[in-house]
């Protein structure tokens, strides 16, 4: 049981400046100490929202009131992992262990089984049959869902629905129509914290870029060009498919096009035209788990041409199947009236060519200040404990590149141009 009357006594302290809001407090928090099953949050919520707070009162500072009340900065939060894959053990679960004050108390994973392995595995006390248990519990305030695209909706509207903070796996959703009715859930939940693991593969380099474009280095942008490629060759029919091939459970997400377009977003913003070619090479694999052979719906090369909404043209290709070709296989360029930036994620290198110094590439030295790093679960936390907002990334970003996602998927599957947003 929790210590609910410290609880109470954290939430009356925390509404003393406001007599009104202190009064309904103190009712609302006794009354609900015989409700045991109620989680912190809500007995916050409920104690602003029969406050009457004057409606001038922002989204953002009504959250933080709520966190305040609810877990502090060094309240005790209980966490329960759904989906315990590759991403979720090496990262989620030890860096959520990590934090002051933060426990992981149950794991789902895809059997009972595999559920006690994880569970044994990093001393975590419950080991649920099924996903449900984590979302009925009330014992947990925050849900991290490691699955594959496919249960991310379903889980994440249950999540919100009981009351819980969630973290989930990228890409946020199967689709655009997923993500969409994703926001509007946390939309409607604005006392929860509702984050969608980022794109990493920038993080060391996303501020100095920022700062690069922002000053002008590079004049107007006027192209940028994106390469994610495998350097493998085609595999042979038949090979296993994996999830990432399998349209059941990733949906319309193709590669790395996801993974690279949130971190164009950080720097130049969002598309607002495609038009997109598709081709897949290996038609058929054998399915991981019946065994049979099965049809391959998700292409293994991709090319999109873009408008952005910055005025810059744009030009994507993924492939796994291009085989050894350039000697960077993921890169991006961007070109500017005055300069021009080159990423080469292989090398881990960042490269500038000004007109003004000749037009050579030079590298650039990214600042211990500005090198950034994965804190994406102290991010979590510190967005539940209401110290920071959520920046890497919310439902918002996710949804925009899931539009992106879905209107490259129907530009190959027309033939046409196909405008964003999407409208709905």
């Keep these: 049981m929790r210590l609910w009357s410290a609880l109470v006594s954290r939430c009356i302290a925390s509404s003393a400046s406001c007599p009104r809001i202190q009064s309904c407090c103190t009712a609302s928090c006794n009354s609900l100490l015989e409700h045991t099953s109620s989680p912190p949050s809500r007995v916050a919520a409920l104690a602003l929202t029969c406050s009457g707070l004057p409606s001038r009162q922002s989204t953002r500072d009504r959250k933080r009131a709520i966190a305040s009340m609810a877990h502090g900065e060094g309240g005790e939060i209980r966490v329960g992992i759904i989906g315990a894959g590759g991403n979720t053990k090496k990262l989620h679960i030890p860096n959520l262990q990590k934090i002051n004050g933060v426990q992981v108390v149950s794991v789902a994973n895809r059997s ?62 199967m ?12 939309q409607q939940k604005p006392n929860l914290v509702a984050q969608v693991v980022p794109s990493p593969i920038t993080f060391t380099w996303d501020a100095t870029i920022q700062r690069i474009i922002q000053d002008q280095k ?66 058929t694999r054998t399915h991981g788990e019946t065994g049979e052979p099965a049809h391959v719906q998700i292409p293994d090369h991709l090319d999109v041409l873009a408008e952005l909404a910055c005025g810059a043209q744009a030009h994507l290709v993924m492939s796994d199947v291009t085989g050894v070709g350039r000697t960077t296989q993921n890169e991006i360029w961007l070109y500017g009236s005055k300069g021009t930036l080159h990423l080469d994620l292989d090398a881990r290198k960042l490269s500038i060519a000004l007109q003004e110094a000749g037009g050579k590439l030079q590298e650039v030295q990214v600042s211990a200040e500005r090198e950034g790093a994965w804190r994406v679960e102290e991010e979590f936390i510190g967005a539940i404990r209401g110290i920071e907002q959520i920046q890497r990334t919310d439902f918002a970003t996710g949804l925009r590149y899931m539009e ?8 190959y599957q027309t033939g046409q141009a196909v405008y964003l947003p999407l409208t709905h």
Excluded: C
Excluded at 248 to 275: C, H, P
């Design 218 to 283: 590079l004049g107007d942008l006027i192209y940028v060009e994106v390469r994610g490629q495998s350097g493998a060759f085609p595999q042979a029919t038949g090979t296993t498919m994996t999830w990432r091939q399998d349209v059941d459970l990733s949906g319309l997400n193709v590669m790395k096009l996801g993974i690279f377009y949130e971190a164009l977003q950080r720097w130049v913003g969002d598309a607002t035209k495609v038009q997109a070619l598709s081709k897949t090479v290996v038609k």
């Design 404 to 411: 992106f996602t879905q209107a490259v998927a129907a530009s």
């Design 112 to 173: 009972l089984i595999s559920s006690q392995k994880v569970a044994a595995e990093f001393g975590i006390g419950k080991a649920a049959a099924s996903w449900s248990e984590i979302i009925e519990d009330p014992e947990v305030d925050a849900v991290v869902i490691g699955t594959w695209p496919y249960l991310h909706h379903t889980l994440v509207l249950a999540a919100l629905a009981a009351s819980k903070h969630v973290l989930t796996e990228a890409r946020l959703a």
């Design 175 to 186: 689709n655009a129509q997923q993500a969409r009715e994703m926001l509007k859930a946390s």
